[in-house]
């Protein structure tokens, strides 16, 4: 089974704080992305990358960014908190051709 | 633009009251289709793709459809434990020429005994 496995399910950040989110899969996928999602609001792309140290800005990028050094792991920062970045954070992976995507568990940030 | 409108938001059936949820979408060339199911607090769980028109997938209770413009997810005598939301989900290509996932806002079934 494809796993996708997020460093926190829960984290609470004052405002002004730099908060870093990992992920990491088991499954060689080349594709990862970064969701956030709010009721009434949906799934919304943050960011994803397709490669190794490769990155494309989804639909709501401001106030984050994020970073692949390795195959398996992809990173979401956050580089000032502020409390509209109060949401779940959810990463996901897939493979090139085919983007089925599998998620992890979710990261509830409240940000104070 | 590439756009996910599911219906209806919220679904409140009995167990064993069949039903349709549903997907209508709009895609420049549809490449894939995709049914989730998400609990509560927890991430989205993969049920379904579908690439083509007429094409049909069954899963247990669950049965999607797929036409040229949207997509049904059946639930045939559903339990309590399909109580869940529904997520509906289109492939798309990006400016930057690389895939990605169009997400509608999802439909919450609830199935009470």
């Known amino acids: 089974d494809v796993k996708v496995t997020q460093s926190s399910r829960y984290l609470v950040k004052r405002t002004g704080e730099k908060v870093f989110l990992e992920c990491v899969q088991d499954?060689?996928?080349?594709?990862m992305f970064w969701y956030r999602q709010d009721p009434g609001l949906g799934l919304r792309l943050i960011y994803f990358?397709?490669?190794?140290?490769?990155?494309e800005k989804g639909d709501i990028p401001e106030g984050y960014s994020v970073s692949r050094e390795k195959k398996e792991r992809f990173s979401l920062i956050l580089e000032s908190a502020s409390t509209n970045q109060t949401s779940m954070y959810l990463c996901a992976s897939s493979t090139r051709v085919n983007t089925e995507a599998f998620f992890g568990q979710g990261t509830r940030l409240t940000v104070v | 633009e590439d756009q996910v409108t599911q219906s209806p938001e919220a679904l409140r059936l009995q167990e064993g009251e069949s039903s349709s949820l549903n997907c209508s979408y709009t895609v420049s060339g549809l490449r894939g289709l995709f049914w989730y199911r998400q609990d509560p607090g927890k991430g989205p769980e993969f049920l379904f793709t579908l690439y083509s028109a007429g094409e049909e997938k069954e899963k247990e209770r669950l049965k999607a459809t797929l036409t040229k413009k949207e997509s049904f997810l059946h639930i045939t005598a559903p339990k309590p434990e399909d109580s869940a939301t529904y997520l509906c989900?289109?492939?798309?290509?990006?400016?930057?020429?690389?895939?990605?996932?169009?997400f509608g806002k999802g439909t919450k079934l609830t199935v009470n005994p």
């Open positions: 989900a289109v492939q798309a290509r990006t400016q930057g020429g690389s895939e990605k996932l169009v």
């Open positions: 499954m060689d996928h080349e594709n």
């Open positions: 990358s397709y490669d190794v140290k490769m990155k």
